[in-house]
């Protein structure tokens, strides 16, 4: 069928296209055109993309420096063998080793963020020679089997339909809004207590593995958890691997959300956003001292692809010149103060760092209920209605999860606010 009406694309969609979710009112959503901030699906209606496509296009959709590359690359090589290489994923590599956090010296390429982060697990083993990882509770790493095993979420780990290995184990993270105390201090002493006797039984721990931002629910420790984690795992001679395949390249208001915390990794992974839209593409660097005995076992076969190179190049490129990492931090302050501005009695807390975040829904403030799956659901639904693209997530499924392009501007911020609060006091009267 050559036919390009929606209904018969739709039609299509349903009959041979197979998705990991269940699809909610309206879902899925056709795309037929997108431009920075904006899509439109087949049936021509508008969205406000507040999941830059997955969180994918950190530079907005379709971005024009980001289109002329790969459009140039197209004609001139498209993918050689990983044994090689081509000129952007050279200069890419380069570009991405010199806006890293300096602990990080080479960069091996892969096509997608859990892939990355099993390279970076098999690195920290190979080159301390233990087994075990850590990861923090609440924690998303990917959903292969290797990275599923350092991923929090029993719903996804029982996915796998398999035991998962014993030799990785979670540790606490501080949930300021959720802790017995409700105080950033408190909320570190209480993940920090019993943590160096649960080191202690897991002598053969590698390394921990972390988003320094956890971009599920928005949850970012304080400075002195962090603190106090990195200076007990260098005691250790535990690595850390930071995971930005969400938080990097600008999303928190930072290059990388390590620097918010003063964190070197001894290896980092990137990926999502780091092609520009193009293709897949992901990163895992590491120190000279680490890549020294590492063995891949081979290379990935799209691996560091050329066109996806050169897509990736022209994103950080465009965001800096255009200072779209600034743009985050400011857009992510007023994000937060727009939606307390509401005074809505369903929003327990509002968290953004940059434009990592969302906003918590309640269902009574003072008990800090979580609200009910219908209300959600409508919330979602009504959201959805109005043009606004959205998902949820949270260690309760009660978040918001808000993280558009770092172009967004104030006055797209005040139409989806907009957009919020007619929802919600619909809903609630509902």
């Not at 931002?213 to 930071?242: F, M, N, S, T, Y």
């Not at 255009?322 to 302050?333: I, K, S």
């Not at 998902?391 to 993280?403: A, D, E, F, W, Y």
């Not at 967004?408 to 929802?423: E, G, N, S, V």
Request: proline fraction near 5%; aromatic fraction near 6%.
């Amino acid at each position: 069928m050559s036919s390009t009406d929606p209904d018969d694309i739709e039609a299509l969609d349903r009959k041979y296209v197979m998705r990991p979710w269940t699809h909610p009112k309206g879902e899925p959503v056709i795309i037929a055109k997108a431009k920075g901030c904006t899509v439109w699906d087949v049936n021509g209606k508008e969205y406000l993309d507040l999941t830059a496509g997955y969180f994918v296009n950190n530079a907005g959709h379709c971005h024009p420096r980001i289109a002329a590359a790969v459009t140039k690359q197209v004609n001139e090589v498209l993918q050689v063998s990983g044994k090689h290489g081509t000129i952007p994923m050279v200069k890419l590599a380069q570009k991405l080793i010199g806006l890293a956090p300096k602990s990080v010296h080479k960069a091996f390429f892969s096509t997608g963020g859990s892939e990355a982060n099993e390279v970076a697990l098999k690195m920290a083993r190979q080159y301390t020679k233990k087994p075990d990882i850590a990861y923090l509770a609440n924690g998303y790493h990917g959903l292969t089997l290797g990275s599923l095993e350092v991923t929090a979420s029993e719903k996804y780990r029982e996915s796998a339909a398999k035991p998962l290995g014993k030799d990785n184990y979670a540790i606490p993270i501080p949930y300021v809004y959720r802790s017995k105390s409700g105080t950033p201090a408190g909320a570190v002493a209480e993940a920090l207590d019993g943590l160096e006797r649960l080191f202690d039984s897991h002598p053969n721990t590698a390394a921990i593995i972390a988003e320094p931002i956890q971009a599920v629910g928005g949850l970012a420790p304080p400075a002195e958890w962090w603190a106090a984690v990195d200076k007990i795992r260098k005691e250790r001679g535990i690595l850390l691997i930071a995971d930005e395949v969400q938080t990097g390249l600008g999303r928190t208001g930072k290059m990388f959300a390590c620097e918010h915390y003063g964190l070197l990794p001894d290896i980092l992974v990137g990926g999502k956003g780091l092609s520009g839209g193009v293709g897949s593409l992901a990163v895992t660097c590491a120190s000279d001292e680490i890549v020294k005995p590492f063995f891949g076992g081979t290379t990935p076969t799209s691996g560091g692809n050329a066109v996806s190179a050169a897509g990736g190049l022209a994103m950080i490129e465009a965001i800096i010149d255009e200072r779209l990492v600034e743009n985050a931090a400011a857009m992510g302050r007023h994000f937060t103060e727009a939606a307390w501005a509401l005074k809505d009695p369903w929003i327990g807390d509002v968290r953004f760092i940059g434009l990592l975040g969302g906003i918590e829904l309640v269902a009574d403030r003072n008990s800090k209920a979580v609200l009910g799956k219908t209300e959600l659901a409508k919330v979602k639904d009504h959201l959805h209605d109005q043009g606004m693209l959205i998902t949820i997530s949270g260690l309760h499924g009660n978040v918001l999860r808000l993280q558009p392009p770092l172009s967004i501007t104030a006055a797209q911020i005040d139409q989806f606010i907009a957009a919020l609060k007619t929802t919600l006091t619909a809903v609630r009267g509902s």
